[in-house]
């Protein structure tokens, strides 16, 4: 695996070191001892499919708080997705930046989440599907939110969000609510 860290700490595009030859490839796609060679939560506890039958569907900004915070380690496998990481940490330097990385199934390219950090992502294409690894077990009671379009954030989405739960449309704005740390 190839590890690309972001502007956000901890937060990394990572890309297959495919092995190649005339069948197709091979290729890692998970390692525990890479993932703590780069200071990374390896666990994993956890794995979620999220199956979007329309482009601009938009799922996020979502984080579970403490004591259960989670690392997602997410991977588009049918598809396409404009994947965006909020930092909330409020400890780091980047507090309140983003990223957004364009994750395709072609591509085969990840993105690792940490803990303290939102996640959302919105599809570019019909018929997308996202696979997530968890490093914790949900706790709905935990499970929490920032408006996609939160102006504390000024996310720059590609298109025009479509379709969107009433729970993610309706999150506080940031300034609002509790940071996640």
């Known amino acids: 695996m190839i590890f690309d860290e972001t502007k956000l700490s901890h937060v990394f595009e990572i890309a297959l070191d495919l092995n190649?030859?005339?069948?197709?490839?091979?290729?890692?796609?998970?390692?525990?001892?890479?993932?703590?060679?780069?200071?990374l939560n390896p666990k994993v506890v956890?794995?979620?499919?999220?199956?979007?039958?329309?482009?601009?569907?938009?799922?996020?900004?979502?984080?579970?708080?403490?004591?259960?915070?989670?690392?997602?380690?997410?991977?588009?496998?049918?598809?396409?997705?404009?994947?965006?990481?909020?930092?909330?940490?409020?400890?780091?330097?980047?507090?309140?930046?983003?990223?957004?990385?364009?994750l395709t199934a072609d591509k085969r390219n990840m993105l690792y989440v940490p803990e303290g950090c939102a996640h959302g992502f919105l599809t570019l294409e019909d018929e997308t599907e996202v696979f997530y690894q968890m490093s914790e077990f949900y706790h709905a009671e935990l499970s929490r939110g920032v408006r996609f379009d939160d102006p504390a954030f000024q996310i720059a989405w590609p298109d025009k969000v479509e379709i969107i739960s009433k729970r993610d449309r309706t999150y506080p704005n940031f300034e609002a609510v509790p940071c996640a740390s």
């Open 20 to 39: 190649s030859d005339e069948r197709g490839f091979f290729a890692r796609s998970w390692c525990q001892k890479e993932f703590e060679h780069h200071g």
């Open 46 to 102: 956890q794995c979620n499919v999220s199956f979007n039958a329309r482009k601009g569907t938009l799922r996020g900004l979502h984080y579970q708080d403490a004591p259960y915070r989670e690392a997602k380690l997410v991977r588009c496998t049918k598809g396409s997705i404009y994947d965006v990481v909020v930092d909330l940490r409020p400890e780091s330097a980047t507090f309140k930046d983003w990223i957004a990385i364009v």
